[in-house]
């Protein structure tokens, strides 16, 4: 995976002002364009698109500054304007081209990427497959922008509004596994933008031959393989911890990768105030 990503980097840098075609090299590359949006987002700290907007507007940065007609370096990069072209340098420059070329400055220069795999066996991470049938995660859904760190108020709200009837009556519901109540998230953005939105479910798994009682949102969820990675400690820290650890650690060491799914977080013990927590992650998952 590190080498495939690494090959990605070269390949922007080599056509910066054309179209990337991610699906050809993800399929070149042995992979998938879901898994390896996912990967560089982990890891880059950046969503691909971004990268190669900043990495564009840097090299650009050098023909602003040595005169070259705006139209031109504009039609270069892959704008239609000069007006679209100044936007975007903009954006990541925080000044005009005109502004360059009158003080040489300030620019914001994003580096070449260069991934590598450090290990350092620090991480442990308690890790199982599971192979399982299709089923339905049953709930109360909501749209709520993704947040990378710390609690997501947006999902707070959510959860606080249902009255404490309907989380026992979810309980009672589930039959299968991922067992107790889930933290459900699906229809994330492939390049995990913060801010995005996404679906969260608060909910149970229900067997695929239950029926789903008809006020209840549900996601169908076919069969296939999973990983599912426990994690006891401060939450969410440790939780989001082992997020990141997925991307830096198993999945670059692991015969698999990341398949379009939801993402489901299994609370099996928590403090009364939730500050720490025994959790299970499961990402759907394939074999390379």
Sequence with gaps: MIADLNRLVDTVEAHLAEELDLAALAQGAGTTEYHLRRMFSSLAGMPLSEYVRRRRMTVAAADVAAGEPMLDIAVRYGYGSTEAFGRAFRAVHGSSPSDVRRHGGPLRTQP?????????????????????????????????????EGVNPHIQAHIASLPPTEHARLKALGDTEPAGLLQVSADVDPDYVEGSELTYLHGVALSVDATPPADLDVIEVPAGEWVVFRTSGPYPAALQDTWAATATEWFPSNPWRLRPGPSIVAVLERADDFSTATTELWLPIERE
């Design 112 to 148: 070449k990427l260069r991934f590598r795999l450090t290990v350092e066996g620090n991480f442990t991470m308690d890790t199982r497959i599971a192979d399982r049938p299709a089923f339905h995660l049953v709930g109360r859904a909501a749209r709520v922008p993704l947040i990378h």
